[in-house]
């Protein structure tokens, strides 16, 4: 679903609107949940993962590339474990898309039939000099009799396509060829390793006997835990951080954004509170939105939109380009903004109920890029390194997994997760999730860029003539742009790691050396006494 804007609002309609490429693998087929051979040869197309290959088709769909590839989507939703009810929506499109088609054709004749009669009045009234004959009154109430019948399919074709974008928006992405098919993350597939577990250990003097501290019990001994005061005044998943741990907090942020800007991100302070739909151009909404925190329209609305506190800075950073085309030289554009981000963590109870874990605020930083489909891959593997090279600076194992099919975000096709080693659960958590979502989010908020444009002589072989002129370039049509977006890093969860990672058996905890000068030189923070 494209959602292009007007005003504050969505413009429907936009589900036919941008043309997909079209697979010369396969069509649809009604007999089964998808066919077992293309059109072109009884062989069966190959299968990469469990599921049909999205050959050249676009990241995201609209209804008639869908229903030209149902196959392609049926395998990828199934791919992805998606229900029922999910695989039955992409199937509804398909068949809407047949019934839009034609409705359409129904419309044109209508239309054609209108304009045939009152060509012939004009042609009667000029010959009676402007007399109204019979004929003339018949053919007058037959072309408004055609003009009632195109209005009436109209109005059908729009219920169809307000349908079909509602549908549209309930479908996640295809996936990447190299995403690997699973259940869930036990599927996830191992890339690469970072580190030692023992290395920083054997450093801080620890014994066979020590017993590494959760993260909560590290930063109560350094007199920086208040959970009960956030608790009391905020409820459940709430923390309240004080001193040399509240320090360290704002050091690690500082640290990421110096280091993104380093890498040419270009720093944003984005609002905290956004749009219905800025949140569907992103694709948290419609379906996550029992996860966000909404405010009441008493309270504010943006531009009479429902209003949300953001879930992550990945939404106004992504949003800051809606409906705009941008010019190919100007790409990638690269973002990094530290952000509050709130969460509601619906379906999440009775987990990671302890520390910082899992909270209804927290602090990340986020990198965003926009590109072009060329660059996407190469760019999506850059964002995924900056945020590996945090880790590696502050000597944090990690592991690098590619998360399964079952497992992988509704937005992405692709995606990576870096996992960083908590001693005091012997476990890699997630630090940070880095995806690459196509032009998926960009076809939702029209966000577009224009190649660059080609002489005739410079897309041709041919010898240009003696004496002849250079052809001016033709404009060439906007293209969706890709979208990509990772943590760089969360920072609450990098505390956690830092804290676990760094405590000395004497309840100290050790500042990394990359962090110091965020710290005021300070090496050590001590425990309480």
């Known amino acids: ?29 009604s007999a089964a949940l998808f066919s077992t051979a293309s059109a072109d040869t009884d062989a069966p197309p190959a299968l990469i993962n469990n599921r049909l290959s999205r050959a050249s088709l676009p990241s995201s769909l609209d209804a008639r590339s869908l229903a030209d590839n149902l196959d392609i989507v049926l395998s990828h939703l199934t791919s992805r474990r998606a229900s029922d009810e999910t695989l039955e929506s992409a199937k509804t499109i398909s ?57 009436g399919v109209e109005e059908e074709l729009a219920g169809i396509e307000s349908k079909v974008n509602s549908l549209l928006a309930s479908l996640p992405n295809l996936l990447d060829d190299a995403v690997p098919d699973g259940d869930d993350e036990s599927a996830n597939e191992l890339v690469s390793e970072w580190g030692d577990a023992d290395a920083l250990p054997k450093e801080l003097g620890w014994t066979d006997e020590f017993e590494p501290l959760w993260h909560d019990d590290v930063a109560t001994n350094l007199g920086g835990w208040n959970s009960d005061a956030a608790v009391g005044m905020s409820g459940a998943r709430f923390v309240s951080l004080t001193g040399s741990v509240a320090r360290l907090e704002r050091a690690i942020s500082s640290y990421f954004l110096d280091r993104a800007s380093e890498k040419g991100y270009t720093e944003v302070s984005p609002p905290l509170v956004v749009s219905r739909s800025a949140l569907e151009g992103t694709s948290q909404l419609p379906k996550f939105e029992d996860d966000l925190f909404k405010i009441v329209p008493e309270s504010h609305t943006c531009n009479g939109e429902d209003a949300f506190l953001i879930p992550t800075a990945e939404v106004p950073l992504t949003n800051m380009h809606t409906n705009q085309i941008l010019e190919e030289s100007a790409l990638p554009l690269s973002y990094v903004a530290c952000t509050p981000c709130f969460r509601a963590e619906a379906g999440s109870y009775g987990r990671d ?94 966000l577009r860029y224009r190649p660059e444009a080609k002489s005739e002589e410079e897309g041709s072989d041919a010898a240009p003539k003696k004496g002849g002129k250079k052809k001016k370039a033709k404009k060439p049509k906007p293209v969706l742009c890709h979208t990509i977006n990772g943590s760089g890093l969360a920072v609450g969860r990098t505390l956690v790691a830092v804290l676990e990672n760094y405590q000395t058996p004497e309840g100290d905890v050790v500042v990394p050396e990359v962090l110091r000068p965020y710290m005021g030189g300070l090496e050590v923070l001590k425990k309480k006494q």
């Open 353 to 446: 109920t302890r520390g910082l874990i899992r909270t209804h605020q927290f602090y990340k930083v986020e990198l965003v890029k926009i590109t072009t489909p060329e660059t996407s891959d190469d760019e999506h593997h850059k964002l995924t390194r900056h945020a590996e090279e945090c880790l590696e600076e502050l000597k944090i194992p990690f592991r690098k997994m590619r998360l399964c099919s079952g497992d992988v975000g509704f937005s992405a096709q692709h995606c990576y997760d870096l996992e960083a080693w908590l001693p005091s659960t012997k476990e890699y958590r997630e630090i940070s999730s880095c995806s690459n979502t196509g032009d998926f989010q960009a076809r939702r908020m029209a």
């Open 95 to 151: 068949a809407l898309n047949s019934d839009r088609v034609s409705l359409i054709q129904k419309r044109d004749e209508a239309l054609q039939r209108r304009n045939e009669c009152s060509g012939q009045v004009g042609k009667l009234m000029r010959e009676t000099k402007g007399e109204e004959t019979d004929e003339i009154k018949s053919l007058k109430e037959k072309a408004s009799q055609a003009g009632d019948d195109a209005n």
């Open 1 to 29: 679903m494209v959602s292009s804007r007007s005003g504050g609002g969505i413009r429907v309609a936009t589900a036919f609107s941008i043309n997909a490429a079209r697979s010369p693998l396969l069509r649809p087929s």
